[in-house]
């Protein structure tokens, strides 16, 4: 359906324009064989038809090269590819599969011919179609994979579908004489660095938490390791709120994070109030002993967002409420939102996110397992509902590094933390994409210990040469306003 081909466009064209914003893009009407789009950029406009194709049992491995410059692409597709025919081709897989040719039409249009079915790959992981049909058939929707994750492909495959697109579009604009082509709207590596503020004091309910999340750990790795994060937490005393501490970190680096605070709105059912109280974070902003933490972030220049509770993944009253205590607590514009525990319904949550008039969201991530394999993607996107047939107007900004998925599901030392961190965010540097780095407030106390490590991975970020955006940044950058270029139509 011509909707596909929209999505596809209005996240590509999110994250990708060209130098001077001179370009246009929109879907065609669509054939039995093929998904088509139309492309201005400068003087040049290209008409692209990409395959349709069945989906496989199995995902298939392609490695396409360029005839042109020295470009090699490596995909996994979950699609079919068809050969393209003996135009001008543009690139070639291993076996001298032609996968994608240009040639110009008898109307004197350039039309280039995609032998990866570009449409199907990027709507099957972004819209989380496989989730949404679980959800929608009476199946729990859990924040967990539950797969064999050393047997699944934890690599950004969107972006190296983009990144396809890009090359194709490039090169036959360069054909053409058109100098000016498609790059990243944010160049380089890009990092959001965030933080989850689930307790800003150490407590009864914070210690009962954490502790029996240990013994569970224990019960079921049997990992003796955990008796000395046991004795560790018992034998601190200290101070939660590590909120000052983050920020001086930091901005030793120059950069910048957004923090995700609760609001502790009134629970009226039962179960929700269960879980207010042994779940969610314990701690209430509106108290007067937390005024001081209100007051800094206009100050420093970091930024504020909605940490939402557990029961506002699918409650839209209570999600408002939230966020209008958040707001008239901070006194600043709240766009981002991450959910308590990242719970998250892909039939419920992107729509109540959009009705609420939140712009970002950085929950859509498996609590135990770091990397891609929720969202297969460092870029930034747009939710589709699949309830409603529509794209969502509310962007989620990739997670792919959480302290705690790290250091309480993953049970790594500082040493295997960092190494897999690293191992992580060289596939976002290697893309050019923009992901989050979720580093929990409290996990920065010595009850913990995991701020060195936190401080080792913003070393090599910033030895690396990444930019650190706050949420609202790369939201601003991405969908910049007033935009004065040319109309990009999707439809």
């Known amino acids: 359906m011509r909707l596909k081909t929209e999505y596809f466009l209005k996240n590509y064209l999110l994250n990708f324009k060209t130098k001077k914003d001179r370009y246009s893009a929109y879907p065609l009407p669509e054939t039995g064989k093929y998904y088509k789009l139309k492309m201005t950029v400068g003087n040049k406009s290209i008409i692209f038809n990409i395959v349709k194709t069945e989906k ?68 099957y992981h972004l819209s989380a179609i496989e989730e949404y049909n679980k959800e929608a058939n009476g199946k729990n929707a859990r924040p967990y994979y539950s797969g064999d994750a050393g047997k699944s492909t934890n690599e950004p495959l969107v972006d190296d579908f983009y990144n396809l697109f890009t090359d194709i579009i490039n090169t ?16 380089g590596f890009n990092i959001s660095l965030t933080h989850d503020v689930d307790a800003i004091r150490k407590n009864y309910f914070t210690s009962v938490r954490y502790l029996s999340f240990l013994a569970a750990t ?12 046991i004795f560790r937490y018992l034998t601190h005393k200290s101070d939660f709120n590590q909120i000052i501490n983050i920020m001086l970190l930091e901005k030793d680096f120059d950069y910048k994070s957004t923090f995700f605070f609760y609001s502790k709105a009134a629970k009226n059912s039962f179960s929700s109030k269960m879980i207010d109280k042994f779940i969610d974070p314990s701690y ?31 409650d839209y009253e209570l ?9 008239g607590l901070s006194r600043t514009a709240i766009i981002s939102n991450r959910n308590h525990f990242l719970n998250f319904s892909s039939v419920h949550t992107p729509l109540l996110l959009e009705k609420s008039g939140i712009k970002c969201d950085a929950t859509f991530y498996y609590n135990n397992v770091c990397g891609f394999l929720r969202h297969k993607t460092c870029s ?40 897999k961190s690293v191992e992580i965010l ?66």
Request: proline content about 2%.
């Open 56 to 123: 496989l049992d199995a995902p298939v491995n392609h490695v396409l090269t360029s005839l042109y410059k020295e470009q090699i692409h490596t995909l996994l597709c979950c699609y079919g590819t068809r050969e393209t025919g003996s135009d001008d081709i543009l690139f070639i897989s291993a076996n001298d599969f032609k996968i994608a040719a240009c040639h110009i039409d008898d109307k004197g249009n350039v039309e280039v011919n995609i032998g990866v079915n570009l449409i199907d790959e990027v709507f």
């Open 172 to 187: 036959c604009l360069e054909k053409f004489g058109v100098t000016e082509g498609m790059q990243r709207k944010l160049n």
């Open 218 to 229: 224990f019960a079921m790795k049997f990992d003796l390791e955990v008796f000395g994060r």
């Open 284 to 314: 209430d902003m509106s108290s007067s002993a937390y005024s001081g933490i209100r007051n800094i972030f206009s100050e420093a220049g970091f930024e504020a967002g909605l940490h939402s509770s557990y029961s506002a993944a699918r």
């Open 319 to 327: 999600l408002m409420e939230e966020l209008k205590l958040l707001k």
């Open 380 to 419: 930034p996107f747009y939710f589709y509902s699949h309830a409603e047939n529509r794209i969502v107007d509310v962007i989620e900004i990739p997670t792919v590094i959480m302290d705690s998925t790290l250091f309480n599901y993953l049970c790594c030392t500082d040493e295997t933390a960092y190494k």
């Open 426 to 491: 060289n596939m976002v540097k290697d893309r050019r994409g923009v992901a989050c780095i979720n580093w929990h407030n409290e996990t920065s106390a010595p009850e913990y210990g995991w701020y060195s490590t936190y401080k080792d991975i913003l070393k090599w970020i910033k030895d690396n040469s990444a930019t650190a955006y706050t949420i609202g940044e790369v939201y601003n950058r991405l969908v910049p306003k007033g935009f004065d270029g040319a109309t990009v139509n999707t439809g």
